[in-house]
């Protein structure tokens, strides 16, 4: 699966997924409610990284396989919600 660019935006975009529920459900709760800062920072850091990859990596298979660009559209969008990335994979990368 990782031998193409679009089975490295897959591993990315799961990646990713992971790393934005592990922000917000557990590191920002213990952010607030017991002054742990340093978790936060490290996932906070590891989810700037692979959000900027999966960025790069849709644009990239975009421009590979020809997307139209609403497909491009739904795949950058997914990446702001929370599922979205596994929801993408399931919809637009498994078919292409």
Known sequence: MSKTNLGLLRIIGFLEG??????F???MPL??????EE?????GMA????FCLYVFFVLLVTY?????????F???LASLL?????????????KA
């Open 31 to 36: 952010k607030y409610l017991y002054e742990m």
């Open 47 to 50: 989810h700037g990284l692979l």
């Open 74 to 76: 739904w795949a950058l």
């Open 39 to 43: 978790l936060n920072y490290a996932v």
């Open 25 to 27: 459900c557990a590191t």
């Open 64 to 72: 590979q396989l020809k997307w139209k660009f609403s497909t491009c």
């Open 82 to 94: 929370p599922f979205g990335t596994f929801v993408a994979d399931k919809k637009i990368f498994k």
């Open 18 to 23: 992971i790393s934005y529920l592990a922000l």
